[in-house]
């Protein structure tokens, strides 16, 4: 049976479509919990590996890593593409296509082992 080992929150200021960062400690979220308000957009990531420059995170496809999202969902995270990341960061929208919210909205991510 699974465990919660961690449960953190960041959030997406209103007017932004950035997170707060979230170290994640050589152990990636493997939930994302979704606000119940959210301004329509898929869901991307960014990742650090020296804890400043944030990159958006790309799967070997050569495409952005982005997961379609709405309200009071658990999402299940691809954690292959965010484990080798110092921190994260969750994003409104992707490069391009970027969506500010329309309120802070505050996203959990949880680690279960």
Known sequence: MS???????????????VSSALAIDGKPPTILEMPT????????FAGTGDGLNYLYIYKENGLILSLAATIC????????????????????????AIVNQAADRTIYLEVWE
Do not use: E, F
């Open 3 to 17: 465990q919660l080992i961690s449960r953190a929150a960041v959030v997406i200021p209103a007017g932004q479509s």
């Open 37 to 44: 308000a959210w301004t329509a957009s898929p869901i991307s």
């Open 73 to 96: 969902r658990r999402i299940n995270l691809p954690t292959k593409y965010l484990s080798d990341h110092l921190a994260i960061m969750v994003c409104s929208g992707y490069w391009g």
